[in-house]
């Protein structure tokens, strides 16, 4: 089983040097893809096109190889291919007729053929007698040049020939490796999703990156995506994940800075953070999925502040997109059931984010973080290699008792941050209730008395879950949600 692979349309227009270059990456890549997949192929790179052959055929594998080959980054179109070597023309259609003849039958058809190497006829000539024969041989409703109801593609090279069958498209961009590697900021969100898949589509090394501030939940989400974005697109290449523990950073920022600018401080940091470990790992830059205007942080201002940190570059792929056309493009490449079902992190958004605060009041306020916390977080940082991602979210996650209600002898632990504690202060008759909030749960839990039971709260009941499930992973037993609608 043979396949012929053509190259995304800018590969062409490049310099020799160049499409050689790319044109032999794209053959590497699927072989490394194959490996992956346990595909046994040799690929041959030639000046226009790649072949790839398999060693096997059958249904199954023909599916698996058109799959594999329509997610390889560079390649434009490709169609499984039939070889033959022959002597003459009238060799050429005896071996051939029993292939394509078939088609035709009852339709109107056409011979298209290209050619290449020396002969005694020239491309025209060739789709006459071939044209000819296949009329004589089996019922058809004549050639129709203009608009045919099947169209038999022969190229001929020298003295092989190569009948077409059918075309597939591919996923075009640059092959995998060829434009550098980057670290994509990873949320789980349908943005983060497009953008690493986007920056994957141009031809760099993604990396992934998740500031963890959610919990053991929110991180085997990101993982199980990003895992899926690499396999699905990205295998040819070993990639890392590594994950932060933002929580320190998360607690300073929500108990020392203004709520206006909480979210632009957060991106800052993390942007710190992201060069910091783009240098160490020899990466040239960092992708985000933040689109202008979005939300508050996005503001041409408030992105301006952010870009300041840095000198590594920040790729923004989805900077001009509007939300449905991410949120569309989530869905052709298969993110969307990841974002639809992440826990949304809410822990740092103000009621009345700055939009557009000047450069000194941030900067102020950001100096109230301890000076050397990002060097500390740097450290502190999970590295793994993605492909151990599938054995170590076999795990099921922890699940916890969901009430409606508090029940006698319950203690309540209200984890919202402090500023929503005070402006909507929890009120439970007969309830005793401690303010513990999100990033501090972990920590100070062991200091409560462990023969209570305590049922966490918070508004959306996301951030109480997330924080009981990883109570739970570390063997406090005595937890629950607290979420009085249920």
Known sequence: MKFVIRLFPE???KSRPVRNRLIKMVSRNFQNVAQQHGLDVTTVAQWDKVIVDFKQDGPELRTKAVQELSRLPGVHSFMEVREFNFSSLDDLFLQIKDLCGPLIVDKTFAV??????QHEYNSQQAERVLGGKFKAEFPNRGVDLTNPEVTIHVSIENDLAYVEGERYLGLGGYPVGSQGEVYSLISGG????????KAIHRGCRVNYLFFNMGGTAHEIGVKQESYYLWDRYASSHKVRFITVPFEDMVGQILERTHHGVRGVILKRMMVRVASALCRKYHAEGMVTGESLGQVSSQ???NLSH???VTDMLIIRPLITADKQEIIDESRRIGTLGFAENMPEYCGVISDHPNVCPSTDFVEEQEAKIDADLVDKIVELAKVMDIRDIPEQ????MTEVEIIGQVQKGEVVLDVRAPDDQEKAPLSLEGVQIIALPFYKVVKEFVKLDPLKTYALYCDQGVMSTMAARQLKEQGHHNVKVLRPEV
């Open 393 to 396: 979210t076999q795990t099921l």
């Open 299 to 301: 503001t041409i201002t």
């Open 306 to 308: 952010i870009d300041r």
């Open 190 to 197: 349908f943005d983060s999703g497009v953008s690493s898949f």
């Open 112 to 117: 298209r053929v290209k050619r290449r190497g």
């Open 11 to 13: 590969i062409s227009i």
